[in-house]
């Protein structure tokens, strides 16, 4: 007999295809509309991509609860199955008279069908959502390494030294810094690592549309969002950006555990960071008249610095498509999906029971509007 929290099986993807095919489905049976925003370019293999986006409830409901998979692109797989499952279990058929549910399935489409962190314009959408009429934020340490590492041999003609290469800068400077040089963000370097972009990219903006569209009645929003690949294995870390008065609200409510990085002075050896252009700022500037809370929940999977050596040899691999085998770069691929949505049941049912903690506790933030 399969346990109350155990997922199911057909919930999971490990292709864009199946899993858009899974929340169409998942829709369908449950008689809910659901609303595509096209995506302008082509799947890999020539396939429609789309951000698909459904509303359970009373669509007009002042308490909106969003549900956000793939803004990492290769992380969205679970995300989407923990969507699908919600619909596919009738969970929206409890919801309380004046909550709705928002579910927005993969976000970043285009990264999540060519098993990339990044969209199609090589950015990274958690370092998107900023201000850019205004001076963008300079990563000195990641300029004085970019042509070395995306245009010299450092880490190899495939990418075979990455793993060596970041163990030498941790033994150095520590993980910490190796986490800001590769993971902080950058505008500078178009084809570099961790690239916030010189504009909004369409992910930015479909998913202000999206909330613009879906959340205007709202006066209370919570919104998750799905994320996958750092921290200890199968377990499922809360990170929210929110300050102050608003981090002490969050934390009253989810648990003193919850992280952020700003007022938490030893960010850990895994290496959460505060970080620049946060879709955060998308969610608050979208829902002006709404109170947003924002929590992440990141599920760990394999060890930090692996992951990172991982996606800096990936990287190094597609800028340099045109002269890499493609065996080569499938298999790189195929290691990034397992890295991000690890094969394994046991840490697949744990992601399930954790996102359904953290659904029933956003849930509970929607007390009765007088």
């Keep these: 007999m399969i346990a109350i929290d155990e997922p199911e099986r057909q919930w999971q993807s490990s292709s864009y295809g199946q899993a858009r095919d899974n929340f169409l489905r998942a829709c369908e049976k449950a008689d809910v509309a659901v609303s595509s925003y096209l995506n302008p370019l082509p799947g890999p293999g020539g396939e429609e991509l789309a951000t698909d986006v459904a509303v359970f409830g009373n669509p007009h409901a002042k308490n909106l609860l969003v549900m956000v998979s793939g803004v990492h692109g290769v992380e969205g797989f679970s995300g989407s199955a923990t969507q699908v499952g919600w ?98 963000g950058q505008y500078q370097f178009e084809t570099g690592f961790s690239f916030g972009g010189k504009q909004p990219v369409w992910s930015n903006t479909t998913l202000r549309n999206i909330l613009g569209d879906c ?26 950006l929110h300050c102050e008065e608003e981090l002490d609200k969050v934390r009253r409510h989810f648990g003193p555990w919850v992280f952020n990085p700003s007022a938490d002075k030893n960010p850990g050896e895994e290496g959460y960071r505060e970080v620049p252009g946060h879709t955060i700022e998308a969610y608050k500037q979208s829902m002006p008249q709404a109170e947003v809370t924002v929590v992440t929940l990141e599920f760990g999977t394999y060890p930090s610095d692996q992951t990172l050596a991982l996606l800096l040899q990936e990287h190094l691999l597609v800028q340099q498509a045109s002269s890499v085998p493609v065996e080569t770069l499938h298999a790189v691929k195929s290691r990034l999906l397992e890295y991000h949505h690890p094969a394994d049941w046991e840490w697949r049912c744990a992601f399930w029971s954790r996102s359904l903690q953290v659904i029933r506790q956003a849930l509970g933030l929607m007390e009765p509007m007088e």
């Excluded at 959340?215 to 809360?238: M, N, S």
């Design 87 to 184: 619909i596919a279990q009738r969970r929206y058929e409890s919801l309380p008279r004046d909550v709705a549910v928002l579910m927005i399935h993969l976000i970043n489409p285009w990264g999540v069908a060519h098993l990339r962190r990044y969209n199609e314009d090589n950015v990274d959408l958690c370092r998107n959502c900023l201000d850019f009429s205004k001076p963008l934020p300079v990563n000195a340490s990641y300029a004085s390494i970019h042509e070395q590492i995306v245009l010299g041999d450092t880490l190899g003609k495939s990418g075979e030294r990455a793993g060596t290469y970041l163990r030498e800068i941790v033994e150095k400077h520590g993980l910490e810094y190796a986490v800001d040089l590769f993971m902080g």
């Design 215 to 240: 959340g205007a009645d709202a006066v209370r929003a919570c919104v998750i969002e799905f994320h996958t690949g750092l921290g200890p294995w199968a377990y499922g870390q809360l990170i929210t």
